[in-house]
């Protein structure tokens, strides 16, 4: 079965510290991968897709296939930052797979 | 953002009272979902559709039901409002230029006394 896994509920980085949200996957197909983020009161929007491999807003993402991950990367956290953060897995038929999120706090 | 809106965007309602939430989107995109968004629980989804009345059951349908009459408008319905159905629903949509990239309405605040 198809399950996305966010193990950190809640994270707490100091402002231009690192920041890794994880994520893990279980799908038996070849997954497409995906982080949307919600700042507090707005809509979720995309933040990165795993198959266009940009960097936005300085955060990147690799899949592992090996480890079934794809965790959400950045070198120096801002306070804009802060935002719930969820992985989400699709498959076919244009099916989605949300994780549980991750708030993260970037602390000035 | 693209093309969804949802209405209401707040709603109080009394437990036993019928409820309909509204999808409207202007993007033509074939695919259109309903979520709930509860703390601990992140996004679950509750029906989604494929198209015009083509619709099937998520992971939390149980006292849900949806529509689908014409492209743009997604209906849910709660057909007898209970406490627990306290939540923020979203809407969204894919079928796009980036087939499975999907867009999320704004949301909507449910609360059932």
């Known amino acids: 079965a198809q399950r996305v896994t966010q193990p950190e509920k809640l994270l707490s980085v100091f402002k231009g510290a690192p920041v890794e949200l994880k994520c893990n996957y279980s799908?038996?197909?070849?997954?497409?991968l995906f982080w949307y983020v919600q700042y507090s009161r707005q809509r979720l929007q995309l933040l990165l897709r795993?198959?266009s491999r940009e960097s936005i807003k300085g955060f990147t993402a690799d899949l592992n296939k090996g480890e079934t991950s794809f965790h959400l990367k950045k070198p120096f956290a801002q306070e804009e930052d802060s935002a719930m953060y969820y992985c989400a897995l699709s498959s076919t038929g244009n099916q989605f797979y949300f994780g549980t999120g991750t708030s993260l706090t970037v602390i000035p | 953002d693209a093309g969804i809106t949802q209405s209401p965007r707040h709603k109080v309602t009394e437990t036993g009272t019928p409820v309909t939430l509204r999808c409207h989107q202007t993007e033509n995109h074939r695919y259109m979902y309903w979520y709930r968004q509860d703390p601990g629980h992140g996004l679950r989804l509750i029906h989604y559709s494929y198209g015009v009345k083509d619709t099937d059951k998520g992971e939390v349908s149980d006292g849900y039901s949806v529509s689908r009459s014409k492209t743009e408008d997604f209906l849910l319905t709660l057909e007898s409002a209970t406490s627990s159905q306290t939540s923020v629903y979203f809407c969204?949509?894919?079928?796009?230029?980036?087939?499975?990239?999907?867009?999320f309405g704004p949301g909507t605040r449910l609360t059932v006394l």
């Open positions: 969204a949509i894919s079928g796009g230029r980036y087939d499975n990239e999907q867009f």
């Open positions: 795993h198959i």
């Open positions: 799908y038996s197909g070849s997954p497409e």
